[in-house]
């Protein structure tokens, strides 16, 4: 079946979510990958960067049909123009008329207090929205964005951005928790006597949605999922 994982655990991690007894579980298929296991509501999180053939072409038509509200996220320049965005949502509603569609930007949130503090950043984000991810986090958070590092997927480049100045001048490594985030920067950073602080990368509304939108969107797709789970 298209989007079937080769190898998965997830099965197996599903029945031990159900001996627990939740009133809801979250399944999250990474990628192209649809989870497994039958569920009773479906998000789905599409790029406005992708070609809009992936999304609304091949195998992507299949994933749009079969969930209940779709989530655009970079919907920003340069990662995507206006045209671009719009261009998606008027196709993933084409194919299923009625389906919610909320575009989306992530903004970093240090999830430890930064204020006044020289910050090195660590993400994964792609290296153009460098200068946005600076100012956010300088103008809202208060601290001073002395290194950036797009590379925390790459541990070869991620070291050699370790081992620059402006990074060894920082007070604080901030990163997302993933890829080489703790086997490499957290690492250097205790190695070094450096803070480390952890950040979520939230999603914001961008138009035609509004903000708290998706956080509305995500309650009724629980309630969603409870009632039809409870239908059967």
């Known amino acids: 079946m298209a989007g079937a994982p080769f190898v998965s655990n997830v099965a197996e991690g599903a029945r031990v979510a159900n001996s627990l007894g939740p009133s809801l579980t979250i399944f999250e298929g990474s990628g192209a990958a649809i989870p497994p296991v039958a569920t009773d509501a479906r998000l789905l999180v599409v790029g406005a960067h992708q070609?809009?053939?992936?999304?609304?072409?091949?195998?992507?038509?299949y994933r749009v049909l079969l969930s209940d509200a779709v989530v655009v996220t970079m919907a920003e320049q340069p990662l995507a123009e206006v045209e671009q965005v719009r261009r998606m949502v008027a196709e993933i509603e084409s194919i299923k008329q009625g389906i919610p569609v909320i575009p989306v930007v992530f903004r970093p949130r240090p999830l430890g207090d930064v204020a006044g503090r020289?910050?090195?950043?660590?993400?994964?984000?792609?290296?153009?929205?460098?200068?946005?991810?600076?100012?956010?986090l300088e103008e809202t958070y208060g601290c001073r964005v002395v290194a950036f590092s797009a590379n925390l997927s790459d541990r070869g480049r991620l070291r050699d951005d370790l081992a620059k100045a402006e990074t060894r001048s920082a007070e604080v490594f901030l990163t997302e928790i993933k890829a080489a985030a703790i086997d490499v920067v957290a690492e250097e950073a205790e190695a070094r006597g450096v803070q480390t602080v952890f950040m979520d990368n939230i999603p914001v509304e961008?138009?035609?949605?509004?903000?708290?939108?998706?956080?509305?969107?995500c309650?009724?797709?629980?309630?969603l999922a409870v009632d039809r789970f409870e239908g059967r």
């Not at 020289?118 to 956010?136: D, I, M, N, Y």
């Not at 309650?219 to 309630?223: D, G, N, Q, S």
């Open 51 to 61: 070609p809009l053939d992936y999304v609304a072409g091949y195998l992507g038509t």
């Open 118 to 136: 020289k910050v090195a950043l660590f993400s994964t984000a792609p290296s153009v929205q460098e200068g946005l991810l600076r100012r956010h």
């Open 206 to 217: 961008v138009e035609p949605s509004r903000r708290g939108e998706m956080a509305e969107l």
């Open 219 to 223: 309650r009724e797709l629980a309630r």
